[in-house]
């Protein structure tokens, strides 16, 4: 029987499916993960990108910081916070290094798109009398807006991809199918869970594009 044959037999097998050590239950736990930190990062990379983005200070200096974090391998951050005492926080040390893995695009992406709205633009508005906050959030925000969840989007899917790593600090998530898989020494069980990520990747990829595509035509002219 071949491997690909194999990965089928165990994903059409309905004893996979439920219980606690189930897909559904590792992809619940898999998404509930993924929305936390993609919800904190963003709490965290906006408000600082934006405010900067408007004020036209700092923000190559907040976006080289927060690029030198793609350069650092999220397995050794998760290993380092396991060595600290926010590893006896569960979930604790998963949570922080995908959250610095995701701050990144959010904060570049967010920072590009303010400072590229039409100067012009942002002239007239302050030349009709509006202040830095109307300014903000009426006109440069929503210029803005196709390239923030642009960023948006890539930290949700890097976050689906990168979240299997839970599973070795004993966290849910489909990358515990894998690491069981490993344990078991069944090649079609990692397979099978290595799939199911790449799958769940491709649909947050395409809810984020249909959700693009039904945006009011006024924020999609900002791109």
Same mark, same amino acid.
């Given at each position: 029987?071949?491997?690909?044959?194999?990965?089928?037999?165990?994903?059409?097998?309905?004893?996979?499916?439920?219980?606690?050590?189930?897909?559904?239950?590792?992809?619940?736990?898999?998404?509930?993960?993924?929305?936390?930190?993609?919800?904190?990062?963003?709490?965290?990379?906006?408000?600082?990108?934006?405010?900067?983005?408007?004020?036209?200070?700092?923000?190559?200096?907040?976006?080289?910081?927060?690029?030198?974090?793609?350069?650092?391998?999220?397995?050794?951050?998760?290993?380092?916070?396991?060595?600290?005492?926010?590893?006896?926080?569960?979930?604790?040390?998963?949570?922080? =290094?995908?959250?610095?893995?995701?701050?990144?695009?959010?904060?570049?992406?967010?920072?590009?798109?303010?400072?590229?709205?039409?100067?012009?633009?942002?002239?007239?508005?302050?030349?009709?009398?509006?202040?830095?906050?109307?300014?903000?959030?009426?006109?440069?925000?929503?210029?803005?807006?196709?390239?923030?969840?642009?960023?948006?989007?890539?930290?949700?899917?890097?976050?689906?991809?990168?979240?299997?790593?839970?599973?070795?600090?004993?966290?849910?998530?489909?990358?515990?199918?894998?690491?069981?898989?490993?344990?078991?020494?069944?090649?079609?069980?990692?397979?099978?869970?290595?799939?199911?990520?790449?799958?769940?990747?491709?649909?947050?990829?395409?809810?984020?594009?249909?959700?693009?595509?039904? =945006?009011?035509?006024?924020?999609?002219?900002?791109?």
């Amino acid at each position: 029987m071949s491997t690909l044959t194999a990965t089928w037999t165990w994903l059409a097998d309905p004893a996979h499916w439920s219980g606690d050590n189930g897909v559904w239950h590792r992809l619940l736990q898999h998404l509930v993960l993924t929305v936390v930190c993609l919800v904190i990062s963003c709490l965290i990379a906006l408000p600082v990108a934006l405010v900067l983005g408007h004020l036209g200070k700092g923000g190559a200096l907040a976006v080289n910081i927060s690029n030198v974090g793609r350069a650092v391998p999220t397995f050794a951050v998760l290993v380092l916070l396991l060595l600290t005492p926010v590893g006896d926080w569960g979930e604790g040390p998963t949570v922080v =290094a995908l959250v610095l893995f995701a701050v990144p695009p959010l904060l570049t992406n967010a920072y590009v798109g303010m400072r590229e709205v039409d100067r012009s633009v942002v002239q007239a508005a302050r030349g009709m009398g509006m202040t830095g906050r109307q300014l903000l959030l009426r006109v440069e925000v929503p210029l803005a807006l196709p390239l923030i969840m642009n960023g948006v989007r890539i930290a949700a899917v890097q976050l689906v991809a990168t979240a299997t790593i839970a599973a070795l600090a004993g966290g849910g998530g489909l990358g515990r199918i894998i690491t069981a898989g490993f344990n078991l020494a069944s090649t079609p069980q990692v397979v099978a869970g290595a799939l199911l990520v790449a799958v769940f990747a491709l649909l947050v990829e395409g809810v984020f594009e249909i959700a693009e595509r039904r =945006a009011p035509a006024r924020t999609r002219a900002g791109r």
